[in-house]
């Protein structure tokens, strides 16, 4: 089982009808260079890649920019077309009025697989305790928290937000809460790793491409800013691959990602059996 743990449908062509909601997507994320794809192409590119599934993000930055830039009925109605091959998250802006009550219905009758948050577009602090009724939410639910950490070239984020040492007290405070550092914390990944020894409800996905070749950025982050024997031995259970899609592509994230030179047996682990346990099964 391959999955990539971090995808945006923002631009699948089934939930682009709207002209200028596709445009509000565009610039709302940065992303100006694609246009809509169709779910052929989606699963082509799947194909290529050798990925089994996708998991599919939405966002909501209702308190910033006004409205959900992917809303979660969208993503239900993604995963109703693919349910064997796409997993679909809730968003939800934890600044918003409603956004527990968004979120309980995502979880319940939507049946959305965890939540997704943006501290830095959402303007938020992880350990900020207004986040303690969706923490607590998450754990009702067994649902767990996909953050963004780190750098994001979305406007309108300031990176403070994301920094991993942020993420510790929750981290502490709710040990049964599985949570995500996306991105691996980039360019903070040493600091990722730290909590990930400390804390094993702490992962961290590997969609962390800021330049402009995989294989290259893999090997500095994976080899040298954190050594493939950290992964390789102490960190083999906690790491998910993830390609930040469609900002970067699949096929040369899955590939470099196994050019890397770890062990098959934690391979295997970061495509796809630690992205099951975080998840909490597939079922």
Request: glycine residues 6%; aromatic residues 12%; contains cysteine.
């Amino acid at each position: 089982m391959f999955i990539d743990m971090h995808v945006y449908p923002a631009f699948f062509e089934p939930i682009n009808e709207d002209p200028a909601r596709e445009e509000m997507r565009h610039n709302a994320l940065n992303i100006h260079r694609n246009g809509t794809a169709p779910l052929e192409h989606i699963f082509n590119q799947m194909r290529c890649a050798g990925l089994d599934k996708l998991c599919l993000m939405p966002a909501d930055y209702t308190s910033t920019l006004g409205c959900a830039v992917v809303e979660n009925e969208e993503i239900r109605r993604l995963v109703d077309l693919a349910p064997d091959k796409f997993i679909g998250f809730a968003s939800v802006d934890p600044m918003a009025p409603g956004a527990l009550e968004k979120l309980e219905h995502a979880f319940t009758d939507l049946g959305l697989k965890g939540l997704k948050l943006h501290p830095g577009r959402q303007h938020f602090y992880p350990d900020d305790e207004r986040l303690e009724p969706f923490y607590q939410l998450c754990e009702k639910y067994n649902k767990p928290v996909m953050f963004h950490a780190g750098l994001s070239w979305e406007p309108d984020t300031q990176t403070e937000y994301g920094h991993p040492l942020r993420f510790e007290r929750v981290a502490e405070k709710h040990p049964r809460l599985r949570i995500c550092l996306a991105q691996f914390g980039w360019p903070w990944v040493r600091e990722t790793a730290m909590l990930m020894v400390k804390y094993e409800n702490v992962y961290a996905d590997t969609g962390a491409l800021y330049f402009d070749c995989a294989k290259e950025f893999f090997v500095q982050t994976f080899t040298r800013d954190v050594p493939l024997t950290w992964i390789d031995r102490s960190l083999r259970h906690q790491v998910m691959f993830a390609s930040s899609n469609p900002r970067f592509e699949q096929i040369r994230m899955a590939q470099a990602i196994g050019e890397l030179g770890l062990r098959d047996s934690t391979l295997d682990l970061i495509r796809g059996q630690n992205a099951i346990d975080f998840l909490g099964g597939l079922d």
